[in-house]
């Protein structure tokens, strides 16, 4: 008995049965064929054990060679069983499922059914000579639960998959795609996607590769995706199944999109899509390409094997602060105690969340996986009683003024080149710049993408920002 629960969605599984076949001929006994000299027949009986319900299960063949060597292995087909029927797969239906000329056939029969059935081998030999009966031999056989694989859906659009490309000497390296704005003769991006670029611009073929694994018995494959390229495609293939044949030379950055699609070649395992742009001309020259689409395959999703997706990355900051508020009875501001925090990374706070502090400075910068061609950019609005604006837009070090009395007030924050999943969302801690702040600071809702946050009015009460959040999502 199978001991596997099927209580909830998430534990879903398969009967597996693996049953073990020797068929066919052996007229000359060798080290290649070390069995007795006779003929070899196994049957597969299946019976459904459900007073009520019809089930259908899938089968396939996978053969075994001597010495260590794999043999083929066929598709699934399907077969259905209504209560308490039966069938038998016998030496004909496993031979019709690999290669014809196969005299002698050693492997397995592997059996999936989402309910458990009752499954006998049964394996018998005779003498080529006299027909005598050598050996007969039921087996019972017990099934193993499998988790179901989920259904397979992947965007394999350009700044959204993890597209690799080759440079035109090196064929066999490949390297991450740099994620890129278009060339100003390229039309824009597809919707959902970026332009990728390869490292070096020379004139020659590249080859795009984008890898991803279907897990054993899936269903219904189908791939779409729509293509510009500088300076055009020359093929697209699918496991080295060509699958879009070369284009025209000339130019297709700045058409319409070339649309490709498939649903045979995809394979068990490990499959390969390639896409080869040929970049003409003798000197550099601008080459890149722009994809759109996606991947759908029926249980293609092999248990607990990650997308080949673009990984956002993560992101750290620091800011320069101080102490500064203005005393009335005196007359003038009192500022001390400024100094540079440490940095805090990933959604953290940095800052005074109710003090007297308010920051002058802010850097960012961008940590983890970095995809090629991601940066971040930066830029603060600062104030002063007699002068206020933005700086410029920074992306690495510090931005802001110290010791000016020109407190930040508002900020913006934007990725550049990131893949089209990520998203940069901050928020601040603001109060108004009055005369000895009462209460504490009050957090802003969460910007995204070079919105602005705080305060860019330029007039006077304004309010200071004392503290920060940022991070990736």
């Not at 083929?72 to 029927?85: G, K, N």
Request: proline fraction near 6%.
């Amino acid at each position: 008995m199978c001991k596997c629960s099927q209580s909830t969605e998430a534990a879903k599984v398969d009967y597996q049965y693996a049953a073990k076949i020797v068929c066919g001929s052996i007229q000359k006994q060798s080290k290649q064929q070390p069995l007795p000299i006779g003929e070899y027949k196994t049957k597969i009986n299946i019976h459904n054990p459900s007073r009520c319900d019809c089930v259908t299960f899938r089968w396939k063949v996978a053969v075994g060679f001597p010495h260590l060597e794999t043999g083929p292995v066929s598709d699934f087909s399907d077969a259905t069983l209504c209560a308490d029927e039966a069938l038998e797969i016998d030496y004909t239906d496993i031979k019709r499922k690999v290669r014809g000329d196969m005299e002698h056939i050693e492997g397995w029969v592997v059996i999936e059914s989402p309910i458990e059935l009752d499954i006998v081998a049964v394996y018998g030999t005779t003498a080529t000579k006299n027909g005598t009966v050598n050996a007969f031999h039921t087996e019972r056989v017990q099934p193993r639960c499998l988790a179901v694989c989920d259904d397979f859906h992947l965007d394999i659009s350009t700044g959204v998959s993890a597209w690799q490309v080759n440079q035109p000497s090196q064929t066999n390296i490949f390297n991450t795609a740099i994620l890129s704005q278009p060339d100003p003769a390229w039309a824009g991006a597809q919707p959902g996607s970026i332009w990728v670029r390869p490292v070096t611009e020379a004139a020659g073929d590249y080859t795009y590769k984008l890898e991803f694994k279907l897990c054993s018995g899936f269903r219904n494959p189908n791939l779409n995706m729509s293509l510009l390229a500088d300076d055009f495609i020359k093929s697209v293939s699918l496991n080295g199944k060509q699958i879009l044949s070369s284009q025209s030379p000339g130019p297709n950055y700045n058409i319409t999109p070339i649309v490709c699609s498939a649903t045979q070649f995809f394979k068990t395992g490990m499959n390969v899509l390639l896409i080869t742009v040929h970049n003409s001309g003798k000197r550099k020259n601008p080459t890149g390409l722009n994809i759109h689409g996606f991947m759908e395959v029926a249980n293609g999703l092999c248990a607990g094997e990650a997308y080949p997706l673009l990984a956002c990355p993560g992101i750290c900051y620091q800011v320069y602060d101080a102490y500064c508020t203005f005393n009335p009875f005196i007359g003038f501001v009192i500022y001390k105690d400024a100094s540079l925090q440490s940095p805090v990374c990933n959604g953290s706070t940095i800052g005074t969340t109710g003090g007297f502090r308010r920051i002058e400075q802010l850097g960012v910068s961008l940590t983890g996986s970095i995809p090629p061609g991601t940066y971040i950019e930066y830029r603060v609005f600062t104030q002063h009683m007699t002068s206020s604006g933005w700086s410029a837009w920074t992306a690495s070090g510090l931005c802001g003024t110290t010791g000016a009395n020109a407190p930040i007030t508002a900020i913006e924050i934007r990725l550049v080149n990131a893949p089209v999943n990520c998203h940069v969302r901050y928020s601040i801690w603001q109060r108004k710049n009055l005369v000895i702040p009462m209460g504490g600071s009050q957090q802003s809702i969460y910007y995204y993408d070079g919105a602005t946050a705080g305060d860019a009015a330029g007039s006077f009460p304004y309010h200071r920002i004392e503290a920060v959040s940022i991070e990736i999502v």
